[in-house]
């Protein structure tokens, strides 16, 4: 048992030493076909990001009636507040907004050069949990007994949602071309592998080799190909964009750009677990078929 | 040793190889198999170590029915029938002791184990010299007893031999032949296809006449 352990490393280790260029090909396969995957997954998580940075930008903006005492307003902004799909809640009394517009023009007499009488409504600014429940809510706050206008942007809100929609498809679309392209490099690659050395398989199984036995060297080679090729790859895209990344903020800074550590790490941690898996599932596939 | 009742083999594409072959070989014999290609001697002998199942009738090593043996049971099978073809199938990256090395290797002997065993294998077909040469290093005869040293290194009771000597000249094929000889003397049971009818008439065994997948002629050789 020890001794056939041994030789399933050994058997494996020197396979991929006697066909070095094969082995670079495939290591060279496996690491593109990662990078096309890691590098379509950052480009899937910054087209949603963005998608979802301009969402947030949208607020309904809920101009209440002058007749309103500061309790009844109170009392609608708690209303607002339980909707459903409601996230946050911001109240700006009339108090508060001429002197905010006061201190954006840069006077301090605005109020008495206006006889005393402060144009501003009270306002409560909504933010909804998803661009699209902005227009329902807006609607049913639209209803409630006091409120005077609601505003929210009509009409640009759906271009934009259909906009952001396309955004977060692509990323999809993209990412799902490039995992198959990918899987489908390293299948191809390991078929060929293993087709290459047909002749040795027919010999393990004629001289009374356990079919385990044959299996385990092309899996640990998958398995090593895939680790190899993985940890070239998560190189490769981690300083490629982090240089994209240095790039954007410093040129094109108002651009959100998804630079959490935890993402990249889960990002590299699936590109390497990723080619490995592919590695030893083309290997078992490939293998099989010469295995009666 | 090997029995053979009514046995037919029809491929799966439809071609029909063997039909109701009937056959005994015992323990030390030396068999020949002959007839004209096509005839069915390949598809006969490998029958015998269960690279082809029989579509009908039944294959006995021993008494060990092959149509019987699940797939977890043919490697165990292999170990004791050892096989050498035309075109050798040596792999071409080891050499001579690894080729040899290999066949014990996979089914798990010690490295002590299969050093000894290598050595006195290759020392039997005279090939101690050329250990550590690659077989595109060496000559047609010489491949061949490379694969005989491997074929009989876990000592098979058992050596099936499909036209060992099909790529060889005169003097190889005699070399093969004096070393089959030699192996069966001591104790191998040896089943051999070939239509090199020099070497049959000359070597004076059983001889199994194969036609159209049928048994058509039978001559026992000297020693009965
Ligand atoms: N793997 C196979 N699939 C289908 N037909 C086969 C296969 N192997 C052999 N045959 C057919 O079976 C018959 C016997 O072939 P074979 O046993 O190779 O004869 P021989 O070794 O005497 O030349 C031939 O007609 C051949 O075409
Ligand atoms: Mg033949």
Redesign the interface.
């Known amino acids: 048992?020890l001794?056939?352990v041994s030789?399933v490393i050994v058997?494996a280790l020197v396979?991929l030493k006697?066909?070095i260029w094969l082995t670079i090909a495939s290591i060279l396969t496996v690491m593109t076909a990662l990078i096309l995957l890691g590098g379509s997954v950052f480009f899937l998580a910054n087209t949603s990001n963005l998608a979802t940075s301009f969402e947030s930008q949208i607020e309904i903006a809920v101009f209440i009636n002058d007749n309103q005492n500061r309790e009844q307003v109170i009392d609608l902004r708690n209303q607002i507040q339980v909707m459903a799909g409601v996230d946050t809640v911001e109240l700006t009394a009339k108090e508060d907004a001429i002197i905010e517009f006061q201190e954006s023009m840069g006077s301090s007499s605005l109020l008495e050069d206006l006889g005393g009488i402060n144009p501003f409504p009270d306002k409560i600014t909504v933010k909804a949990t998803d661009a699209r429940l902005v227009e329902g809510i807006a609607n049913q706050i639209a209803e409630i007994n006091g409120v005077d206008k609601v505003r929210y942007g009509q009409g640009i809100l759906e271009k934009l949602i259909q906009f952001t929609d396309w955004l977060r498809w692509i990323g999809i679309a993209v990412v799902a071309a490039f995992a198959f392209a990918s899987f489908l490099l390293i299948t191809l690659n390991i078929k060929t592998n293993v087709n290459s050395r047909e002749?040795?398989i027919?010999?393990?199984?004629?001289?009374?080799?356990?079919?385990g036995?044959?299996k385990w060297p092309f899996f640990i080679e998958g398995l090593l190909l895939g680790f190899i090729g993985g940890i070239i790859s998560i190189g490769i895209v981690g300083i490629g964009y982090n240089w994209l990344l240095q790039y954007i903020i410093t040129t094109l800074a108002f651009l959100p750009v998804v630079a959490d550590q935890m993402f990249m790490i889960s990002v590299f941690a699936l590109m390497l677990i990723g080619g490995m898996i592919m590695g030893v599932l083309a290997s078992v596939f490939a293998v099989r078929k010469f295995l009666? | 040793m090997i029995s053979i009742k009514n046995v037919s083999k029809i491929y799966s594409n439809g071609a029909r190889a063997l039909s109701n072959i009937n056959l005994e070989i015992s323990k030390s014999e030396f068999v020949f198999l002959v007839g004209p290609s096509g005839a069915g001697k390949s598809t006969l002998i490998k029958l015998m170590?269960r690279e082809e199942e029989a579509t009908r009738g039944q294959v006995f090593i021993d008494t060990i029915n092959l149509s019987r043996l699940n797939?977890?049971q043919v490697?165990?099978?292999?170990?004791r029938t050892g096989?050498i073809f035309q075109d050798f199938?040596l792999?071409p990256?080891k050499t001579v002791f690894e080729n040899v090395a290999?066949?014990q290797?996979?089914?798990?002997?010690?490295?002590q184990e299969i050093k000894v065993n290598t050595l006195n294998i290759l020392e039997l077909v005279g090939l101690s010299r050329k250990k550590d040469s690659f077989p595109s290093e060496l000559s047609g005869g010489e491949q061949q007893r490379v694969c005989v040293a491997?074929a009989l290194v876990?000592k098979p009771q058992i050596l099936l031999a499909d036209e060992p000597t099909g790529n060889l000249d005169i003097d190889n094929a005699w070399g093969i032949m004096e070393l089959l000889d030699k192996i069966n003397r001591e104790g191998t049971t040896v089943v051999m296809a070939t239509h090199a009818m020099h070497i049959v008439e000359k070597m004076a065994k059983r001889v199994v006449k194969v036609e159209e997948g049928r048994i058509t002629d039978h001559k026992l050789g000297e020693a009965y």
């Open positions: 048992m001794n056939q030789f058997q396979s006697r066909n002749n040795e027919q010999i393990m199984r004629l001289v009374g080799a356990s079919n036995l044959i009666k | 170590y797939p977890k490697p165990l099978l292999r170990r096989v199938k792999l990256t290999f066949a290797q996979v089914i798990g002997k010690s490295k491997r876990n």
